[in-house]
């Protein structure tokens, strides 16, 4: 199993910014992607950015040039450093990785981001 472990999030207002990490810990050999995903109420999971270990990175178009994802392998973290924050932009943030000897995706519990106006 692999197990993620999120932080960084909080209440922040309109243009602020935030930091959100992810610690991986447990079977992380094979990982080859991780990525922040978000759910607003009433809305489904969606795509924020990805990161493989290639260094090769994918954003929502919402999000491009705002938020910019990034990776330390030494630490088996992946952080999203979040800029211009807007209102809808609040969610639940929860981080994902992918292996290769797993049919599926692993998740973390979320971490909750607010942003005012």
């Known amino acids: 199993q692999v197990q993620l472990v999120e932080s960084g999030g909080g209440l922040v207002q309109s243009g602020g910014s935030l930091r959100l990490s992810c610690a991986a810990s447990g079977i992380i050999s094979g990982i080859y992607s991780m990525g922040w995903y978000r759910q607003a109420p009433g809305k489904q999971r969606e795509l924020v950015a990805r990161?493989?270990?290639?260094?090769?990175?994918t954003y929502a178009d919402s999000v491009k040039d705002r938020f910019t994802i990034s990776r330390d392998n030494a630490k088996n973290t992946v952080y999203l450093q979040m800029n211009s924050l807007k209102p809808e932009d609040t969610a639940v943030y929860y981080c994902?990785?992918?292996?290769?000897?797993?049919?599926?995706?692993?998740w973390g519990q979320g971490t909750q981001v607010t942003v005012s106006s």
């Open positions: 994902n990785a992918d292996t290769t000897w797993a049919a599926r995706g692993f």
């Open positions: 990161i493989t270990n290639g260094g090769s990175t």
